[in-house]
């Protein structure tokens, strides 16, 4: 090589040196400086100046690391948390000392604090890892994991370094706008326990149980997907729990939110978001005292907190961006412990209904009545409130701040009454509050009375003729004039309405059948026929009458007219209205022209109709629909009775659930138990047929039965093999052997992925476990159906595969309504 050219390559090297370093690593003598980043080699990880909440700005004030490749600009560590820097000329260097620094004017915060030669570089790794190194020895320093702060990220340590008395942990930001270190903080137990546990201040209030060597014990949501290798190690250096993944190229997190959940996240680029796994407490109600002081939790309200009443926001800013932790403070003080009161008057007290009572409470076992129990906190000027329940101990009390209160729906079986403590102002004066109680009292009569004669005329037009069905529109709402199907069967038309749907005439209705010919006569049940109408638009619905001759079904329609008018899903058919006259009871439906779901599964012609796609879509409608029921409509509704033929298909094919005759509405999260076990033989959960519990995830188990139909085209019960009991046992075995694909329907020669038709396969078997505990909700199986990421647990061997959880026909409960072969007394067969 010339002389000349040496110098021109120890250049072009020493170039190509120094950009690599100001790309992922920063040498002495170099800095990051607002708006420069440094990114990790892979392109994984930014590190630079931001506010953290609110994207790039001028004045930022944390030096922060974040997603490079995440369009959603996600934070993940943040450097000065607890000092936020407000000059204009903020300088991340190494110093002369070797430690990193962060230089704001005068001021200078440092980010490590190590003793070291000074010759030492920084480099961001692409698992988000800020290390400091040694650069003659290559030894590690420094490194941002051992300084977590609300995001656990792969490789990650949290517990304790035995060695250095040194403890790995997260703590959650103050609100989603500041980093700084606020009250939540998720920790390794006290050493010698295998557990962590998430701590407001230093109070726990949830724990995920025990390391069983796979999972948490209360944390069974880790065993639902393999994207993570989770992992806990201790020994006589360390006790820490960590995890990578399977496929180094998902994105993936679990962060301390500020409202006090640890949750699991994955980014799905397809969608741009984060998709949520599992978070732990389940519900933000749940957090112990995430509202604060004097604040009640409603699940299902956006924000989840409310202040009661004669208290508000103690700081409406943080209030307003998301921290609620502050609680409310009273609009007016107590008099208690002033000399005089306002005007004369002292202290009251104002029930408060449907909530979880606050924590915390003082019980008073010397005190035996409700009056003895309002005296005793009237006298006690700490007191804040008060109840009596003879079967909660009797007297309670709570000094001062009243916290960790949940309002419930009308079906929480926890949800109690107490007393609150509030100023005079806070209620209206005798004067005022007379003439409150005295008007609307003379207008509700006025109501009452013109009401009565509105009623009165209105019955007698009803009974004389009711709307014309064959002139209904199909278009119109269901809020028309309508009727109370009282305990007799009967219409009657009061105030108070349980349903409001339109009532025909018996004639129309007539005319609609023309006169419930056979011609027209599309099925039947233990309640009677069902049969097709025509109006005078063209429009067809179904016409549900109940059998004169029928011992069974008035229960059953009574229970579908109060329960379907109230629900409104794509995925559920339609009450249009019903007839009500003299003996006869009928109900009106929107018609299917395709009819059931069994007519083309298990028909021997039909059933090479339904292709992959239709199949695939009848599965989400279904589960859709029963989410709704569940989770989402106004009630909640367990079905009970899911099956092929209470599958009702539209002209699209479309599934929508019917046949309410045997739902229940459902409080609370447990099981309720029943001497009158409904439904239909194959359907029915284990625990259900046996000892008539029955719970949301009876009608899971069903789903998992009704999947496997599908999949296969075979009925579970009536199902013969040689070595299967039924198609449990059938898909079972196919599965254990490795053989799934094998249950597949033989006329099903479109399938674009075997890989889809297992996820499916594993989701029904999941569903139809023996233990209730063991299957997902439906929001779990929605969750797996859409979300092709979410990795799924290995099934255990489900129920009634062998002769051994094969339901006990001499149980104790009663089967009072259930039939062999598929056949319920009120089932809506074809339509």
């Known amino acids: 090589m010339t002389n000349f050219g040496r110098p021109v390559c120890f250049l072009f090297f020493s170039f190509s040196v120094f950009a690599n370093a100001l790309r992922d690593t920063i040498l002495q003598g170099q800095s990051v400086t607002t708006p420069t980043t440094i990114t990790s080699s892979g392109n994984v990880f930014e590190l630079g100046f931001i506010t953290p909440g609110q994207g790039d700005s001028t004045t930022s004030s944390h030096l922060s690391i974040w997603y490079k490749r995440v369009s959603l600009r996600t934070v993940v560590w943040v450097a000065n948390r607890d000092n936020p820097l407000t000059g204009s000329s903020?300088?991340?260097?190494?110093?002369?000392?070797?430690?990193?620094?962060?230089?704001?004017?005068?001021?200078?915060?440092?980010?490590?604090?190590?003793?070291?030669?000074?010759?030492?570089s920084a480099t961001l790794l692409d698992s988000g890892n800020l290390v400091l190194i040694d650069r003659r020895s290559g030894?590690?320093?420094?490194?941002?994991?051992?300084?977590?702060?609300?995001?656990?990220?792969?490789?990650m340590k949290l517990g304790y370094d035995k060695?250095?008395?040194?403890?790995?942990?997260?703590?959650?930001?103050?609100?989603?706008?500041?980093?700084?270190?606020?009250v939540f903080s998720f920790a390794h137990g006290p050493q010698g326990l295998k557990d962590f546990r998430i701590l407001k201040g230093f109070e726990t209030y949830w724990t995920s149980g025990s390391w069983n060597g796979q999972f948490f014990s209360l944390v069974p949501e880790m065993t639902l997907n393999y994207l993570y290798n989770f992992s806990y190690v201790s020994n006589d250096s360390e006790s820490y729990f960590t995890y990578s993944m399977y496929n180094s190229s998902i994105i993936s997190r679990l962060v301390l939110d500020t409202s006090g959940q640890i949750k699991q996240l994955t980014w799905l680029e397809s969608t741009g978001e984060w998709i949520l796994f599992w978070a732990q407490p389940r519900q933000q109600c749940d957090v112990y005292a995430y509202c604060g002081a004097f604040a009640t939790c409603n699940q299902i309200i956006p924000l989840f907190c409310n202040c009661i009443n004669g208290f508000e926001p103690n700081s409406v800013g943080d209030w307003n961006a998301g921290d609620m932790s502050g609680g409310c403070v009273r609009k007016a003080p107590l008099q208690c412990g002033n000399d005089s009161a306002v005007n004369g008057r002292k202290d009251q007290f104002l029930r408060i209904s449907k909530v979880q009572l606050p924590a915390n409470s003082i019980v008073l076992s010397q005190v035996k009545s409700v009056g003895d129990c309002k005296s005793a906190c009237f006298s006690n000027c700490s007191c804040s409130a008060y109840t009596y329940s003879v079967r909660d101990g009797g007297c309670s009390i709570w000094g001062n701040e009243l916290l960790n209160m949940v309002q419930l729906n009308d079906f929480g079986t926890e949800r109690r009454d107490f007393y609150l403590r509030l100023a005079a102002s806070e209620f209206p004066s005798k004067g005022k509050g007379k003439w409150i109680i005295i008007a609307p009292a003379v207008l509700l009569m006025l109501l009452a009375t013109v009401g009565f004669f509105y009623c009165l005329r209105r019955r007698k037009l009803q009974n004389k003729a009711g709307e014309d069905l064959v002139l209904f529109d199909l278009g119109t709402s269901i809020g028309a004039a309508g009727c109370k199907l009282n305990e007799a069967g009967n219409c009657h038309t009061g105030k108070k309405k349980e349903v409001d749907l339109p009532l025909f005439s018996f004639a129309s209705v007539s005319v609609a059948t023309d006169n419930f010919c056979d011609a027209n006569k599309l099925g039947e049940g233990g309640f009677g026929p069902v049969y097709k109408g025509k109006l005078q638009k063209g429009d067809e619905v179904a016409v549900k009458r109940l059998s004169r001759k029928s011992r069974q079904g008035l229960e059953e329609?009574?229970?579908?007219?109060?329960l379907i008018a109230k629900l409104q899903h794509k995925n559920l058919v339609r009450l249009l209205g019903c007839c009500i006259a003299k003996d006869e009871k009928i109900l009106i439906y929107e018609y299917m022209p395709n009819k059931s779901l069994d007519f083309f599964l298990f028909d021997p012609i039909k059933y090479g109709?339904?292709?992959?796609?239709?199949r695939v879509n009848i599965i989400e409608g279904i589960a859709q629909g029963l989410l709704y029921l569940h989770q989402y409509s106004r009630l909640r509704i367990i079905h009970r009775d899911l099956k092929a033929s209470n599958i009702l298909l539209d002209k699209d094919m479309n599934p929508k659930i019917s046949d309410f005759g045997m739902a229940r509405i459902f409080g609370g999260n447990g099981s309720q138990a029943t001497n009158r076990i409904v439904?239909?033989?194959?359907?029915?959960?284990?625990?259900?047929?046996?000892?008539?519990?029955?719970?949301?995830?009876?009608?899971?188990?069903?789903?998992?039965?009704?999947?496997?139909?599908?999949?296969?085209?075979k009925k579970n019960t009536g199902f013969y093999n040689?070595?299967?009991?039924?198609?449990?046992?059938?898909?079972?075995?196919?599965?254990?052997?490795?053989?799934?694909?094998?249950?597949?329907?033989?006329?099903?020669?479109?399938?674009?992925?075997t890989n889809m038709l297992l996820r499916y396969i594993n989701i029904a078997l999941l569903c139809v476990q023996e233990s209730a505990a063991d299957r997902p909700t439906m929001s779990d199986v929605v969750s797996m159906l859409s979300n092709e990421l979410m990795l799924l647990a290995s099934p255990k061997q489900p129920a009634f595969s062998t002769s051994r959880s094969v339901p006990d026909r001499n149980s104790s409960k009663p089967f009072e309504i259930c039939s062999i072969n598929d056949v319920t007394v009120s089932i809506l067969e074809a339509r």
Do not use: C
């Not at 329609?557 to 109060?562: H, M, P, V």
């Open 163 to 182: 060695r250095n008395g040194k403890t790995w942990s997260l703590s959650a930001w103050k609100s989603y706008e500041d980093p700084g270190p606020g």
């Open 557 to 562: 329609l009574q229970n579908e007219a109060l």
């Open 609 to 614: 109709i339904l292709d992959w796609e239709s």
């Open 722 to 753: 040689t070595n299967s009991l039924n198609l449990l046992g059938y898909a079972w075995d196919l599965w254990k052997s490795g053989r799934g694909e094998h249950i597949k329907d033989p006329i099903l020669q479109d399938i674009s992925s």
């Open 139 to 155: 030894n590690l320093l420094w490194q941002s994991f051992d300084y977590p702060s609300n995001t656990f990220l792969p490789g």
């Open 90 to 120: 903020k300088v991340l260097t190494i110093e002369a000392d070797g430690n990193l620094a962060i230089l704001d004017g005068r001021l200078s915060y440092k980010v490590s604090n190590i003793s070291s030669s000074g010759n030492t």
């Open 679 to 713: 439904g239909t033989y194959g359907y029915m959960a284990p625990e259900y047929a046996s000892d008539g519990l029955f719970s949301i995830k009876s009608d899971v188990f069903s789903f998992g039965v009704l999947l496997l139909e599908i999949l296969s085209g």
